[in-house]
């Protein structure tokens, strides 16, 4: 099976597209408006982009007719933004905060969740996440979808400050991962969390490879 995306319809009922991309990262993003209000909203186009200086962006898909997104325009207008770790034991609160809500509705009320202050950003992170970035804004780029009533923003920032609970990192300084179970994006309406992990190093690798690979920060 094969076709042209945008040229010819898919020969599935379902398109396979996300259901490639997988397990994608959440990027469940908090934010502050200019008026105060605050805003949590989960996303499936998350990742990181860099190490040194740590960067991430998320994407926000938009209908021509529809405002645009709460956390992007927060982030525009306030210059931060944080991600919050998704969990599996959180996906309910991560379902509910991705509700379509007005944007003078807070979905850390909504969802249950409680605040925690920031250090830098301007927004609260979610206490009940393992970890958290506080991000600073740094732009937007604006791509045309399939059609002329769709776009995507995509926004990047900078992260400034990493939060991790003492109680998921392991005697040697590293994450837990399994412990922490974080919950990734499948197609269709599934989702999956990480619950194992195996490692895997590229022979004959240079040290200096090795050790960016590993994430080594002495």
Known sequence: MHY?????????????????TVPRPIGWISTTSRQGIDNLAPYSQWQNLNFDPPMVMFAANHRRGARRKDSVVNAEETGWFVWNMATYDLREAVSISGMDTPPEEDEFVSAGLTKAASIDAKAPRVAESPAQFECRYLSTHRLSGGNQDTWVDIVYGEVVRIHVQDDVISAEGKLMVPKIKPLARMGYYDYTAIESTFEMRIPGAPSSLASGMEGRSS
């Open 4 to 20: 042209a995306p945008g040229k010819e319809p898919c020969p599935l009922p379902f398109s396979p597209f996300k259901a490639c």
